[in-house]
């Protein structure tokens, strides 16, 4: 079972308008409202992929019931612990004719000490079921900045961390097997960080022992749709894939290809991006980030090197793997067996705020199944990109998921020296 953590839950407010202009009047052309927060959509997700899930975290007030209310109409397992304060809203307002999207996060309820604490006996019990526990998002006022840590100790089976700032960095130090930090919130968890730790040595990092790449595959493999395959049946995803309301033939079993490979990896707008930074030190992975850097020159392997750098400087600090999802440009794995990237064979317009989540649902089943890191990969990438192409958070495009999978470009990748 996957257990997800949502203690900043909130319920998703989502407008589509044409374009939007600051300061001006908008028409709204259509209005969402669901059960939100980063654990809801990724409990949504890996029950569309036919998980068994329990969603928990923290509810309050007449927000609060509104969100029990969506996640039973929706048919989600949830046992959340009531608390005093109000749960908050969030507001996406996504511009159809660009796709570009722009959130709203109000700060969400203040928690008393007490309700913290019957919380941490809540999870407990919950988290005994459980063979990996997904912690994700932001903390509400009131929570120890540690909150994430001390939950991450508590639980026996395997942990995926999402979160960002100090969350991520103090959540860290329990020790999580997977953590995934867009490039923004990489570089943020890592500024004032030097760079010297040794990339991709295998003494860095904590977690626990976890899935490991697979071995006997083609040294390269982009795979694609036979004409004699029906679409929507994918000959190169992970094993055991299911997805509720695929087209027949959804069911694979093949694996994704490892290829050396030298070049640099290319960074894009993570989904749903997040201002801020750490200012100049920053300057020229954030360049790289927004630009995209595809190349083999020497850019390009500076900015890989500054990547796989501070993923590792995560790993000294107690994290078992750092999975850096890059938008566009797909994700790389910094892991205790080695450094991979998966890229999509193109990029998907939509509502960009779900994707982190839709990857952190496939990370999650990825452990729950014991799949090497090229499938784990390959399933979050394409999972990743079908997300982007629903209307709001927490859904995905299942007939784009199973075309993409065979599509998506594993590469095994060697340290930058």
Known sequence: M??????????????????????????????????????????????ALGCEVVATGLLGGVVGDLIRDDLDAAGLAHDFLPISGP?????????????????????????RPEEWRAFLDHFRALAESASVVVLSGSLPPGLPADAYA??????????????????????????PDVIKPNAEELLRATAGAGTDVQPGHPDVGGGRDIAKPSEDEPASTRGSLSADQPEGASGGGPEGLSVRGASRGAQSGGEGGVAPAGGAVAGGEPEGGSAGGAGSEGDSMRGAVSGGV?????????????????????????????????????????TADGVWRAVPPRAVAGNPTGAGDAAVAATARALLLGRPWDALLRDAVALSAAAVAAPVAGDF?????????????????????
């Open 2 to 47: 996957i257990l997800t953590v949502t203690l900043n839950a909130a319920l998703d407010v989502t407008y589509e308008v044409g374009a939007l202009e600051q300061g001006g009047s908008h028409r709204v052309r259509t209005v969402r409202e669901r059960a939100g927060g980063k654990g809801i959509n990724v409990a949504r997700v890996a029950g």
């Open 87 to 111: 749960s908050r809203r969030t507001l996406t307002i996504v511009e159809t004719e660009t796709g570009e999207a722009t959130v709203l996060n109000e700060a969400g309820p203040q928690v």
């Open 150 to 175: 001390e939950l991450v100790r508590l639980a026996p089976g395997k942990v995926v961390l999402d979160a960002d700032g100090g969350a991520l960095t103090r959540g860290v130090a329990g020790r």
């Open 294 to 334: 595809l190349g083999g020159g020497l850019a390009g392997r500076e900015w890989f090197g500054e990547v796989v750098g501070r993923a590792d400087s995560l790993r000294a600090s107690g994290a078992g793997a750092v999975l850096v999802s890059l938008g566009a440009d797909g994700m790389l794995a910094v």
């Open 397 to 417: 495009d299942p007939d784009l998921y199973v075309r993409l999978l065979p599509e998506i470009m594993i590469e095994g990748l060697p340290c930058p020296s």
